[in-house]
């Protein structure tokens, strides 16, 4: 990516970097991770934490078996969050909870629909993403009817939470209009704006003191505060998972948050080198928290839920990594894991296939939880 000049920069970087667990100074898994973690915090720079969200129901209803609450909070910046509760028919006491994370996919006109449904008649462009990446399936809906509580919200310039074009100036609109749901050249319009606009969220946020990272986690972390507070979930038992950019954010926010006890990472794990040398082309944004490869490399990251059992879920032939950086993040997680009196609360798995979460590696996700969730 850096041409002549790619070797200097990877070398500016150590393996294992100043804060990694790998690190023989530290022995106690503890006591890394609360230094670690708190680091990793300030390095985030997001914006102040606020109150739990109060949300307003907007409706009820039931689907398939999934009684599903249809939600919306204000958050202290930006457009009010919409998100959905999915849970059984019929389910009683606490359940479980899971924070469904929807993935980035190039389409940022939609959030939470990319991974759940609730009529059976969804928008032609969901069910096209759905079998792309989700063997067809809702996941998040699957996830539900095993017996789960799970949540899935818009986050920040996602769906409810998107930069409106009627908000920025018009030299940088480049000819894009307000999309109407149902009409998907100017939904293909938007997104093209949205993918052209990343780097000045970057750029406007760095100038505010934040990073992307930083904006997405506290979103999350929000949501995770209202699933912690219902009636019905048991706060114990909360984990999170997602593909993509959903998996991007698994990875910070479980690194962010001792809550989340368990976690499924599916397509995003590589290495910060990977990111450097050969793949940065392919990603958004949203990726990059300035300063932190010198203190953690991207897999120790998740490393910062260590004993706290995580999963992830690759593909050999995903285009947006390569093989060997993802076989090393694996490794890295491993030593990690073993280091913390912990091996078999860490498994990485590897599936043929491009960039993907199939009805397989659901499967595999599902059975994760179950077993650390509902034990």
Known sequence: MLGAYGDWAAQM????PRLSFRQTVFQDVAAWRGVARARYRELLAGPAESPTPVPVVQHKLEFEGLAIEHLQWQLPYGPPTEALLLKPVNSRGKLPGVVGLHDHGGNKYFGLRKITRMSKDPLPAMVRHQQQYYSGLAWANELARRGYAVLVHDTFTFGSRR?????VPAVIRNNAVEANPEAEDEIKTYNQFAGAHEHLVAKSLTCAGMTWPGVFVNDDRRALDYLASR???????????????GGLRTVMLAGADERIRCACAVGMMTTWRDYLLNKSYTHTWMCYVPGLARELDYPEILGLAAPNPVLVLNNR?????TLPEMERADRMLSEVYKKAGAPDRYKGSFYNGPHKFDSDMQKEAFDWFDRWLKA
């Open 317 to 321: 032939q995903d285009q947006l990594f």
């Open 13 to 16: 970087v150590a393996d294992p």
């Open 163 to 167: 930069v409106r074009l009627a908000d």
């Open 231 to 245: 009636e019905d979930v048991d706060a114990t038992r909360i984990g999170c998972a997602g593909l993509s950019g």
